[in-house]
């Protein structure tokens, strides 16, 4: 089944700054209850935007979540420190976003990873920029495979992010990653996709429809997590509905359940 990532918890949102700064804990409490409620597998959690008080508001924050938190949480930042202390305060297995091929991050990250148990995100960056092709985002995702098996990752512990380029700019875009993703699940199938979706739809109006029906493709590519927002209705609808389409969805249960629930509508 799908894997939402709810990406709520992030302090570059003004609403969830703004609790943070007050230290407003029913707020964060009670918004991640509803991501919950809807579905979300894993709760990001974000304290960056905040400069200079990323450490004390992360500890806060999961402080603050882990009493209400009954799936993991997905650990959020570019720095090793914050995520060492993170690492050390959660009670379950944690994701970690995230490791890329830019030389500065990837040193950084591979002995902060080396030995922890742990998911991690892996993007498909490096410094050269964003990838130009699909054998590109290929060659990249081989790369970080490879470095994180070797230091004891198992395949079903990485998460891809082939990066999704808007295609209001190139309209190559869409194919582009869908092939990769194609490319990526053949080679190693234990191997998740994950990533934001919404960067397809950048620059074209009624986002929310492109971002819906992009989803469904990147599914049937082999796409089977996404870093999305749990409390919008009709993607989640449309992720359940596409997890039934696509077989994955036993006896169609969970399709039935969310349709009872009155998260799955028409």
Not at 98 to 120: Q, V, Y
Not at 122 to 139: E, F, K, N, R, T
Not at 190 to 214: A, Q
Request: glycine content about 6%; overall charge negative; proline content about 5%.
């Amino acid at each position: 089944m799908f894997q939402v990532i709810g990406e709520r918890i992030n302090t570059s949102r003004k609403k969830v700054q703004a609790a943070v700064a007050d230290r407003d804990a029913e707020y964060i409490r009670e918004d991640v209850k509803k991501q919950q409620e809807a579905g979300a597998d894993f709760i990001d959690v974000n304290a960056g935007a905040r400069i200079g008080h990323e450490k004390e508001d992360m500890k806060w924050l999961l402080n603050t979540i882990q009493p209400v938190a009954i799936v993991p949480l997905c650990l959020d930042s570019p720095d090793p420190a914050i995520l060492e202390m993170a690492y050390g305060m959660v009670d379950r297995t944690p994701m970690i976003n995230s490791i890329s091929l830019e030389k500065d991050r990837f040193d950084t990250m591979m002995p902060f990873l080396k030995g922890k148990e742990c998911k991690i995100v892996a993007l498909c960056m490096d410094d050269d920029g964003m990838p130009l092709s699909s054998d590109d985002i290929v060659a990249r995702a081989q790369k970080l495979v490879k470095e994180l098996e070797s230091i004891g990752l198992k395949q079903d512990d990485i998460y891809i992010d082939p990066l999704v380029q808007p295609i209001s700019t190139d309209s190559t875009k869409g194919n582009m990653v869908l092939d990769a993703v194609r490319q990526i699940k053949k080679q190693y199938p234990k191997v998740h996709i994950t990533g934001g979706l919404s960067n397809i739809s950048y620059g074209l109006p009624e986002r929310k429809i492109i971002n819906r029906t992009f989803v469904t493709l990147m599914m049937d590519a082999g796409m089977d997590s996404a870093i999305i927002d749990p409390l919008d209705s009709k993607i989640m609808a449309t992720i359940r509905t596409a997890d039934m389409l696509l077989g994955r969805d036993n006896f169609c249960m969970t399709y039935l359940k969310g349709v009872r629930s009155g998260v799955i509508k028409s």
